[in-house]
């Protein structure tokens, strides 16, 4: 404080010595006017020297949340705001301001509670997407009755100055626990870079590399269903750039083992899936942003088996090895009058999938173990709105569409099996109409209803009624736009 008082009266002394006097012989009103424009001028200086100091103990206080690793769309009122209505979790109270010391919140912890009531008007347990290849378990709606839903536990803090971590755990409705996710990424990396290694969501298309709880509907699309099986992660590494211009554009490589849908695990050295994508976005005047990107996945499988019947009604084992590559093109709009998100607001989402295997099929892996060629070529797009309609409600409408096309059998081709002996991958048009509102008292919580309507198997319609709850404990890291 005396180095501060002592600079401040210097200053005040030289502003005064350098103002114009009215004559060289001050009077008494004249020197008490000097006297009290010196005082304020010490007063004002204090302040201001108080508040930055209160600044840079807030931030010292706050290790930057780790979010799914996208860097935002250039900011603007209308971005921001759009954004951060974009999931239940968007806030964070480490966000607030503290003066404790930098390792308060070392590690930050959340978790994510969500459950959910289904009324299913088919067996679930029949469920599949027709015309495409088992992908894992997250394919179809869910049990009956209530369930406990999916829930996270994550731990996220920085290392040191050069690497931060995030560790999230999920808990299954049977009560196993998997390891979402499990990264380190760099913090310091000059020149728009970023590098992230370990077990992670992988950053193609739009929707995957978001959290669950943070989705608009209660379930995956169609499209996820049939190509990834719910949600693509990669243990592996990740590179991204930002690059140094006004419109946000980034680029990114990952190079991973390849075990998950439409991969597996072949046991053997190398990289076993790459991905690369772009990303593009930009703001539109003061109310409304866009984000689109193109996505590529080329990923091999080795015996990757599936269920299915033969033409005289007996189990049998089928398995695939080769090649799946997959391209994916996405795009976002959002939309809030004035940047005010909190009143109203508007999001339309879509994707497209279009996958193509080559490889070889073989049938009745543990009887008679026929094996041919085997090629397809298969697409998918989703299309939904969001609609905020006022404060802590929303409105949703999302409609899914697959194509299956007619794929090229070697065993049917040369008259050793039959259409018949491959139900499961009969040329279909799966499709879904599904509406959702829910309710969000605050940024911790919500409440969902959704109705759907699905035709993933021919002649069957599944009427499907969910609803959901999906609670926010602890220190949760936003998520991207």
């Known amino acids: 404080m005396l180095k501060r008082t002592t600079l401040a009266t210097a200053l005040a002394v030289a502003y005064a010595s350098l103002s114009p006097l009215p004559s060289l012989a001050a009077t008494d009103q004249d020197i008490a006017q000097m006297r009290d424009e010196i005082r304020q001028m010490k007063q004002d200086y204090e302040a201001r020297i108080r508040s930055l100091e209160q600044r840079l103990q807030a931030a010292q206080a ?11 769309v250039p900011a603007t009122a209308a971005t921001s705001s759009v954004s951060n209505s974009q999931s239940v979790a968007a806030a964070s109270p480490m966000a607030a301001a503290s003066t404790g010391p930098a390792n308060t919140f070392n590690p930050g912890i959340s978790a994510i509670l969500g459950g959910t009531y289904s009324r299913l008007s088919k067996d679930p347990q029949q469920a599949r997407i027709q015309g495409f290849v088992p992908g894992g378990e997250e394919v179809g709606p869910g049990s009956r009755n209530f369930s406990l839903g999916e829930s996270e536990i994550t731990l ?3 290392i040191d100055p050069t690497f931060a971590g995030q560790l999230t755990f999920a808990l299954a409705p049977d009560d196993s626990v998997g390891v979402e996710e499990a990264f380190v990424q760099t913090r310091s ?26 989705w608009d509907f209660v379930d995956a699309p169609l499209a996820y269903q049939a190509f990834f099986g719910g949600q693509y992660r990669t243990d592996g590494l990740q590179l991204k750039w930002l690059a140094p211009t006004d419109r946000f554009l980034e680029f990114g490589l990952e190079a991973g083992n390849g075990s998950n849908f439409p991969g597996n695990d072949r046991n053997k050295n190398g990289v076993g899936a790459t991905a690369l994508f772009a990303h593009i976005g930009d703001d539109i005047g003061e109310n409304a942003s866009w984000r689109a990107g193109v996505s590529y996945l080329r990923t091999g499988a080795t015996d990757r088996s599936y269920e299915d019947v033969d033409s005289a009604d007996g189990a049998v084992v089928n398995a695939f090895s080769g090649r799946a590559n997959t ?27 279009r996958r193509r295997e080559k490889g070889t099929l073989a049938f009745d892996t543990a009887g008679l173990a026929l094996a041919d060629t085997y090629a397809s070529a298969q697409s998918g797009w989703y299309l939904q709105g969001i609609y905020q309609f006022m404060p802590m409600w929303r409105v949703g409408l999302r409609y899914d569409r697959l194509s299956s096309g007619t794929p090229g059998i070697g065993l049917v081709s040369n008259g050793t099996l039959s259409t018949a002996d491959f139900p499961r991958l009969a040329s279909y048009d799966p499709r879904r109409s599904s509406v959702m509102v829910d309710y969000s008292p605050s940024e911790f919580s919500r409440l969902r209803l959704q109705l759907a309507q699905d035709k993933s198997r ?24």
């Open 189 to 214: 990396l000059s020149n728009g870079v970023n590098l992230k290694g370990g077990r992670m969501l992988s950053s193609i298309g739009y929707l995957n590399s978001i959290h669950t709880h943070a």
């Open 458 to 481: 021919p002649g069957t319609s599944d009427n499907q009624i969910f609803l959901q709850y999906i609670m926010s404990l602890g220190a949760h890291g936003s998520h991207s736009f």
């Open 156 to 158: 996220r803090a920085n």
């Open 327 to 353: 391209w994916i093109l996405d795009g976002v709009y959002k939309w809030a009058p004035s940047g005010n998100a909190t009143q109203t607001n508007f999001k339309l989402q879509g994707e497209y999938f």
């Open 62 to 72: 706050q290790p930057p949340a780790i979010a799914n690793g996208n860097a935002p």
